[in-house]
């Protein structure tokens, strides 16, 4: 079967740094995408990982072990505007077709 | 402002009706993606095209139809709407169709009443 699982909601302070856990299991796996989403609007994109290790964007960094089907989102020196959905979103491709199977999302608050 | 178009930005519509729902890729994508975010559902996706063609499909109804047109728009079609059709029903694009960073419209909120 397909499945995504993070926290559902996490809470942080505002300078603090945070970590968004996600496992997967997912046929035709063949990277991990992660998306920041405020309420109402588009998904952005934030980083994708398609081998293990670590992939540092600036305040952001994201981390992949394809063997054990686990990644994680690590946000550092936390701002107010961070609060917003992170989704997880594992990208599967087979017969020539290709889509993302997206966890739940965590909500996070960062706090002043 | 990740280049990809959604209209109408928010619809209004009963029971039993049917809307259309328009995207516009960015500029040189190739692929399209549907996808539907209801409260208690999260995002899921609901069909793929490239290039004209179908590529791949998730939970979509036999209710709802998509095709992608020779100038790479795409429409989804939404018939005989029932109250669990209300979401934010986002469309996606990417160059080619592995798996690629996926950039997202706008999205189109449907309320149906």
């Known amino acids: 079967g397909q499945n995504i699982d993070q926290p559902t909601e996490m809470t942080a302070t505002e300078g603090a740094i945070v970590q968004i856990n996600c496992t997967y299991q997912t046929s035709g796996f063949n990277g991990l995408f992660w998306y920041q989403q405020h309420a109402g609007e588009a998904p952005t994109f934030l980083s994708y990982n398609v081998l293990d290790g670590l992939e540092e964007k600036g305040r952001f960094s994201s981390f992949l072990s394809r063997s054990k089907g686990y990644s994680y989102l690590l946000l550092k020196e936390l701002q107010m505007k961070d609060s917003a959905s992170y989704l997880c979103a594992a990208s599967s491709f087979y017969n020539q077709g290709g889509k993302l199977i997206f966890g739940q999302g965590t909500e996070l608050s960062v706090k002043p | 402002d990740s280049g990809v178009t959604q209209t109408p930005k928010h619809l209004i519509t009963a029971t039993g009706q049917r809307v259309t729902l328009r995207c516009s890729p960015r500029?040189?994508?190739?692929?399209v993606y549907w996808y539907q975010q209801s409260l208690d559902q999260g995002l899921q996706f609901l069909i793929q095209y490239y290039n004209g063609e179908e590529r791949a499909k998730g939970n979509i109804l036999e209710r709802f139809s998509a095709q992608q047109f020779p100038d790479l728009h795409s429409e989804l079609n939404l018939s005989s709407l029932e109250l669990g059709d209300s979401a934010l029903y986002f469309c996606?694009?990417?160059?080619?169709?592995?798996?690629?960073?996926?950039?997202f419209g706008p999205g189109t909120r449907l309320l149906v009443l």
């Open positions: 996606a694009s990417s160059p080619r169709t592995d798996t690629e960073t996926q950039y």
């Open positions: 500029s040189g994508d190739l692929s």
